[in-house]
């Protein structure tokens, strides 16, 4: 295979702060980034594969804030979002999929896509579930495992049902800080280690891929999250160019309500 160059573009982002129901959850990155770029080159070729990132699938409610609006994809338009993926032949593949591909060259379908789901909230279960059953596809969820059991989060039982109809679970973390902002390894190692023992104890299966909480990271949590034995993980960067130098790096497009631009940042 002849080497080619590839530039991948890392935008900026800016952390906010967003209050849902009620009380502070998460500290989101902002989806309009302003592009600082940062130029990478490699040397490898790249595979392109655009990796969904949805936050709330769950009706708009009267009174929903412009920030919260940009987190929640409507079920019906999720379901013209999973449409639009079927009609043009787009097919959902797993992070194991992926590595597959790095590591021993497995064949991936033409035109491969990646869903994933951050922060395990109850509307992915109740809204997005079916619909991902509906078309037969698989979806990697992101949870941490703190808040799973409480209000409007997922419920072990739940994600259980979930592993058993074929989605993959992911890791996010205990309690969803910025991992780049703690400075003792135990604390860092317990949120990237420990949460993936106590998922991995409630599924009874291995937990293979990481999400950085607010896409937040430096090359300290890299290797951490190496070492803990994941075999990816998913930054918040936009882009649909995939590479084996960034497999603890991958890079996403967050998915809002807007059909249109969901469509245009697919195929890009
Ligand atoms: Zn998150």
Redesign the pocket.
């Known amino acids: 295979m002849p080497s080619i160059k590839v530039k991948g573009i890392l935008p900026g982002f800016v952390i906010v702060v967003a209050v849902f129901a009620g009380y502070a959850y ?1 500290q ?1 990155p902002a989806i309009t980034t302003s592009s600082s770029a940062v130029s990478m080159s490699t040397s490898t070729p790249f595979t392109r594969v655009p990796i969904l990132i949805y ?1 709330s699938v769950r009706p708009y409610y009267p009174g929903i804030t412009k920030l919260v609006k940009e987190y929640t994809v409507p079920p019906d338009i999720f379901d013209d979002q999973l449409k639009y993926l079927r009609d043009n032949g787009y097919t959902p593949i797993t992070l194991d999929d992926l590595t597959a591909h790095f590591n021993s060259n497995k064949l991936l379908p033409d035109r491969p896509v990646i869903i994933t789901f ?2 395990g909230w109850e509307n992915q279960y109740r809204y997005a579930f079916p619909i991902m059953k509906k078309y037969g596809y698989t979806g990697i969820f ?1 949870i ?1 495992s703190n808040p799973i059991d409480r209000k409007v989060f997922m419920k072990w039982d739940e994600v259980k049902t979930m592993v058993d109809a074929n989605m993959v679970i992911g890791d ?1 973390t205990k309690s ?1 800080p910025e991992l780049s902002k703690i400075k003792d390894d135990a604390t860092l190692r317990k949120e990237i280690e420990d949460s993936k023992k106590i998922i991995e104890a409630k599924i009874g299966k291995p937990v293979n891929d990481f ?1 950085y ?2 896409g937040d990271f430096n090359s300290h949590t890299i290797e951490i999250v190496k070492q803990a034995g994941y075999q990816s993980a998913r930054t918040v960067f936009k882009g649909t160019h995939q590479t084996n130098d960034i497999v603890f790096t991958l890079h996403g497009i967050i998915v809002t309500g807007d059909f249109n631009r969901f469509v245009s940042l697919i195929n890009e």
């Open positions: 998460a989101t936050h951050d922060d992101y941490y996010h969803h999400a909480p607010f």
